[in-house]
T-cell receptor
């Protein structure tokens, strides 16, 4: 059973460009969570999605950041007009449906570097 | 808002010895979940152990066990017979039972860097 997949693993962007990060949840999981980890910090929750629905985006910056989880395909975290402060590791996690108490399983992360 | 505090930025232990990592949290909820995750140099987040607050029995997974003190809001991780492969950052995390306002996500501490001395 494949784990949570994220791609790309490393992404380099220049200031002002767009970054697109992809996450495919574990088989049978329909809940996806995105987290950001700054250097020397723990992970910070950004957004929680189910298929075609954003459930909780209280951790997302108000501007330039958006997330989606379409009916088909992976979840996408999009960062428009990136700035140096966006450089971080972005982790995706997934959990099974209708089981809110279930553990979240993490992908390997995408390391974003903004030049 | 819930907070998770790990007061030990770094811990060192001799191989085969036992080490305890501390974690305290602040919450007004009575039901919640606590987790320890390990992040080795590869930076993959790996679940080590989880505890449901309504369970009085401390969780155990092979060499890993927790000391859950609900009244004190303390959740420490004990690693027995430490191995070189245990070297990593260890993060304590909290998740409440209710939705919204960020409660669906895990709240993490800042981590403890565990060094294993051969």
């Amino acid at each position: 059973n494949a784990g949570v997949m994220q791609n790309p693993r490393h992404l380099v962007r220049r200031r002002g460009q767009e970054a697109r990060l992809r996450c495919s949840p574990m088989k049978g999981h329909s809940h996806v969570y995105w987290y950001r980890q700054l250097p020397e910090e723990g992970l910070k929750f950004m957004v929680y999605l189910q298929k075609e629905n954003i459930i909780d985006e209280s951790g997302m910056p108000k501007e330039r950041f958006s997330a989606e989880f379409p009916k088909e395909g992976p979840s996408i975290l999009r960062i428009q007009q990136v700035v140096r402060g966006d450089s971080a590791a972005y982790f995706c996690a997934s959990s099974p449906p209708n089981r809110r108490q279930e553990t979240q399983y993490f992908g390997p992360g995408t390391r974003l570097l903004v030049l | 808002a819930q907070t998770v505090t790990q007061s030990q930025p770094e811990m060192s232990v001799q191989e085969a010895e036992t080490v305890t990592l501390s974690c305290t949290y602040d919450t007004s909820e009575s039901d919640y979940y606590l987790f320890w995750y390990k992040q080795p140099p590869s930076r993959q987040m790996i679940l080590v152990i989880r505890q449901e607050a309504y369970k009085q029995q401390n969780a155990t997974e092979n060499r890993f066990s927790v000391n859950f003190q609900k009244a004190a809001k303390s959740f420490s991780l004990k690693i027995s017979d430490s191995q070189l492969g245990d070297a990593a950052m260890y993060f304590c995390a909290y998740r409440g039972m209710y939705s919204g306002g960020g409660a669906d996500g895990l709240t993490f501490g800042k981590g403890t860097h565990l060094i294993i001395q051969p």
